[in-house]
């Protein structure tokens, strides 16, 4: 029995599982399943029965009471009809007294139905003493036979019991089921109802608006000045107002009219009354009721509609947005209207004008700009339109450079805008290239891929001066295709895929093309493409594409700003910084002229005072092939510009006899800019070409002038500059020869070593800013030996141990005299500190070990001993060079390091140190350090 009952509870679930929403509809197909589902059931218990002494005990007539609960007595007595014929058929008499048993449960079901409702989410407790009733027929007919009468005192009851437990089971089963749905269901009713008014939400409206039939019709409304009856009244007031509003929208139609609250005042009506007419009218009538039935705080309460009706294959979000362009324009033209969005036949929205006048008067106008309204004053520019200039002045006002999601919500405005477009792409210019910045309605590949301008050109698939002139250009079917086709064979095989993959290639049925055009060059690409009708893109859609394409110029022409005066920073700080000397100066200058121009080629010419003429460095930039430049005083248009105090430019040098070398130069437009200094003598001349089809403009004049006014200033600082590093290399030069003088060293040591270093150095490749440091260090190398006394200074014997620890000292005295100097060179401190230390360790003063020591100090110590070798002592001959490099080779992994050692003589063998004079004998004096410590 309690498999049976085991049996029964699985039924029974599966049961209520044919139950999958609330409130429980009338399906007849789900009827009969569930019918059938009992009386398999029924069959199934009856099957799998408890046998006592002949008899069955099961639970066979629960799913007949619960089928005859929900249906009747007729579907309950076809659920036993599957049970009762089988059981006829193995025994006439048993198919008898299930029949007499089975219609006395639909009898007594049928009349407890009222009572016991199955679809009532919830089993009350006081209905569980009816369970047992619809089954006190069930066993009866066991009286009918003597057998029977001897058990029915047992069997009865427990049978009765039994199907009464099992009843309550799977009620309780069902109930649970139907409790559930209907938790659900009050759940998804929650979360899709405003909760002030009780309309629907947005939740619930976007869902209903994406299943809007084409044909149907969209209106949304809005109430005019509530922030107002906020502001003055409180926001209780405003939510009365806004429940005011929900309880007149729920007074319509309701079959066909489902109002929504989509946020703060802004309501939604989703009609489908079979033609615009009538949805327009019901909505003129509501617009006239609302200031009708207004009462106190907020009596002339009124609302300003936009409707608009779904076009066959409209996406959800352009119907929205049609609807709320003509909510905007009802708005801006006087409120308390209805704007109908008509579009197709040139007059974009039509507007029906409630109040004093005619009510419900249509006047046909344009969306914008159009026509006006009587009283109004011209249609203002639709919300899309407005939004994209209030982005657009914001980005102006942030003054910053913009990023790719700045330009990809400036595209974004433009495909909302524009009608017809679904998609689309903004390409920036970059050098000689377009960069697809944003893009909209396409794969991610697209983004960041690098255009050719032949490829733009031949996708604009019109002549170039209409490109150039920014002319917009409408493409469709196969001359879209073929343009398309054309501006992929001069693209890399990996930008075409990428296209492809992107979707550009060929989904879209027509594009419109906008070359932005910002100072007679195109400096970026607008494209908005459709999928739509073949005549997408009308003269209105295209107005307001151009309208975007001057957005776009705008915010380019203040990033250009913004770069201009980034090029102009970094020139001022490599220049200023930088101790590259004047070629590297003119290559900056010339590069910062390149990029600030976008030109082709740029070079400077400076002012030879000695040949009295203006000589180029050959720091030419971008295609130069000129060579080097001199022009003689007078000649070319840089003197003119020298003369004449001003920027001068060219349209084509072609067409002007005074250009220099112009046959050289083809067509090219040029710019020249003098250099003077503040006292008008002149330091150079900045020399500008580029293609003569981008001649250069006036603005550009200006910018060329800015630079050349700061490359004058740069240029005249450098020359100061120069000049105090000429007085401070004398200056240490001359301690250097007084220290000479003191110490009766050979005399011309201090120069002879700088150009051995010098030389040195300038074969190993070091760099103009390290041979500064070089040459600095080696003029003050032995400036410590100012502290060390004359009496060990000057003693022509050997050293004590006492004495030369004096002499070593002067290695860290000499390092903190030269570390108070103002301007010298880091490392020079370095040579004059570390030129004793030895590679294997064993130098002074600080015990360095091989690449511990300071390069430049590695470095000079070959030079500083090999000129103490070849030099004449009172106390010995100046040794030969050979034999000199002999001793270095000693040296060589113990007290040189050995690349430089063999560098050092490589060099001195193919004759680099040959132009160094040496003297021939010193003065009387003591021995030196660089000669006492040379190898033996």
């Given at each position: ?17 044919s139950y999958?929403?609330?409130?429980v ?98 089993l ?40 009464a ?16 749905l ?5 759940l ?9 008014t ?7 409206f ?6 809007l ?108 947005r ?16 209805l ?154 095989d ?15 049925e ?37 309208l975007?394409?001057r ?54 010419l400076?002012?030879?005072p ?44 072609q067409?002007?006899p ?31 070409t ?19 006014s ?22 240490l ?103 004793h ?33 070849v ?12 034999e000199a ?37 010193g ?14």
């Amino acid at each position: 029995m309690l498999f049976n009952l085991s049996l029964l509870v699985s039924c029974a679930f599966l049961l209520s599982l044919s139950y999958h929403e609330w409130p429980v509809r009338r399906r007849r197909a789900e009827h009969v399943l569930r019918v059938a589902l009992a009386s398999g059931a029924s069959w199934l218990l009856m099957m799998y029965a408890l046998r006592l002494e002949g008899f069955r005990l099961d639970l066979r007539y629960v799913p007949v009471a619960l089928v005859t609960l929900r249906y009747g007595p007729l579907a309950g007595a076809l659920t036993l009809l599957p049970a009762l014929l089988w059981r006829a058929a193995e025994d006439l008499h048993g198919g008898l007294a299930t029949a007499l048993s089975g219609l006395s449960v639909v009898a007594l079901t049928g009349a407890l139905r009222r009572r016991l409702p199955v679809t009532r989410p919830q089993l009350r407790a006081r209905d569980l003493w009816l369970a047992p009733v619809p089954f006190l027929g069930v066993g009866l007919p066991l009286l009918l036979t003597p057998q029977g009468r001897s058990v029915a005192a047992l069997y009865y009851p427990l049978g009765v019991l039994l199907s009464a437990a099992g009843a309550v089971l799977a009620l309780g089963i069902l109930h649970s089921r139907l409790r559930l749905l209907s938790l659900a269901h009050t759940l998804r009713t929650q979360a899709r109802t405003d909760d002030l008014t009780g309309l629907s939400n947005r939740r619930q409206f976007d869902e209903d608006l994406a299943a809007l039939d084409p044909g149907t019709q969209l209106v949304l409304l809005d109430l005019d000045h509530f922030k107002r009856i906020n502001d003055t009244h409180g926001h209780a007031a405003g939510d009365r107002a806004l429940e005011h509003v929900a309880a007149l929208l729920r007074e319509l139609d309701p079959a066909h009219l489902r109002p929504y609250r989509v946020g703060g005042e802004e309501f939604a009506l989703l009609a489908d009354l079979g033609a615009e007419s009538r949805a327009r009218a019901q909505v003129e009538a509501l617009l006239r009721e609302v200031p009708a039935a207004g009462r106190g705080m907020w009596a002339g309460l009124t609302l300003s509609a936009g409707l608009a009706t779904r076009r066959p294959g409209e996406s959800a979000a352009a119907l929205f947005r049609r609807a709320d362009e003509a909510l905007y324009l009802a708005k801006t033209n006087g409120r308390g209207r209805l704007v109908v969005w008509t579009p197709p036949d040139g007059s974009a929205a039509r507007a029906a004008e409630l109040g004093a006048g005619a009510p419900g008067t249509e006047l046909a106008g344009q969306g914008w700009p159009g026509p006006g309204l009587p009283g109004s004053g011209p249609i203002q520019p639709r919300h899309s339109v407005w939004q994209a200039l209030r982005t657009t002045v914001g980005l102006l006002a942030e003054r910053r450079t913009l990023h790719d999601e700045d330009w990809t919500e400036v595209l974004r405005l433009a495909v909302d805008a524009v009608d017809g477009a679904v998609g689309g792409s903004l390409a920036i210019r970059e050098g000689r290239g377009f960069r697809i910045c944003a893009a909209e309605g396409y794969g991610p590949e697209l983004m960041g891929l690098t255009l050719s301008e032949a490829s733009q050109q031949r996708w604009y698939a019109r002549s170039p001066s209409a490109w150039r002139a920014g002319r917009p250009r409408v493409l469709r079917g196969a001359e879209l295709q073929a343009a398309s086709v054309s501006s992929g064979e001069v693209l890399e095989d990996g930008v075409v895929r990428a296209l492809e993959a992107a979707g550009r290639g060929g989904e879209h049925e027509a594009n419109l093309c906008l070359p932005v055009v910002l100072g007679g060059e195109v400096v970026a690409h607008l494209n908005l493409d459709a999928r739509g009708p073949a005549d997408a893109f009308d003269d209105q859609s295209t107005e307001v594409a151009e309208l975007f394409a001057r957005q776009i110029a705008a915010l380019l022409d203040l990033q250009e700003r913004w770069r201009e005066l980034g090029v102009l920073g970094e020139l001022h700080l490599r220049v200023g910084a930088g101790r590259g000397g004047a070629v590297s100066v003119d290559e900056h200058l010339s590069q910062a002229a390149v990029d600030l121009l976008r030109a082709r080629w740029a070079v400077l010419l400076r002012y030879d005072p000695a040949g009295d003429r203006l000589l180029s460095s050959g720091a030419e930039i971008a295609g130069g092939d000129l060579g080097p430049v001199e022009l003689p005083r007078g000649e070319g248009l840089a003197w003119a510009a020298l003369r004449e105090g001003r920027t001068l430019r060219v349209d084509d040098v072609q067409q002007h006899p005074g250009v220099y070398r112009r046959a050289q130069l083809g067509h090219q437009a040029m710019l020249v800019a003098p250099l003077p200094t503040h006292h008008l003598e002149p330091l150079g001349v900045l020399v500008i070409t580029r293609e003569a089809e981008r001649p250069f403009l006036p603005a550009d004049e200006h910018l060329a002038l800015m630079l050349a006014s700061l490359a004058a200033r740069l240029l005249e600082r450098g020359a100061h500059v120069q000049d105090l590093r000429a007085t401070l290399e004398a200056a240490l030069n001359t301690l250097g020869f007084a220290l000479e003088a003191r110490d009766f060293e050979t005399q011309g040591h201090t120069e002879r070593v700088q150009a051995h270093a010098l030389a040195f150095g300038q074969a190993l490749g070091l760099c103009a800013e390290r041979l500064l440091g070089l040459r600095q260090g080696a003029a003050l190398h032995d400036i410590g030996k100012l502290g060390v006394p004359d009496a060990v200074l000057l003693k022509p014997g050997r050293l004590t141990p006492q004495e030369r620890e004096v002499v070593e000292g002067h290695v860290l005295l000499g390092a903190a005299l030269t570390a108070r100097i103002p301007f010298l060179h880091p490392e020079a401190i370095g040579v004059v500190r570390s030129h004793h230390e030895r590679w294997d360790g064993q130098g002074y003063p600080d015990g360095l070990k091989g690449e511990e020591i300071p390069p430049l100090a590695r470095l000079f110590a070959l030079c500083d001993v090999y000129d103490a070798l070849v030099s004449a002592r009172p106390y010995r001959p100046a040794l030969p060079p050979a034999e000199a490099l002999a001793l270095l080779r000693a040296g060589r992994g113990t007290q040189f390091d050995p690349h430089l050692t063999d560098r050092f003589v490589e060099l001195w063998q193919a004759g680099a140190f040959g132009s160094v004079r040496h003297a021939g004998t010193g003065a009387p004096g003591r021995r030196t350090d660089e000669a006492e410590a040379a190898p033996r």
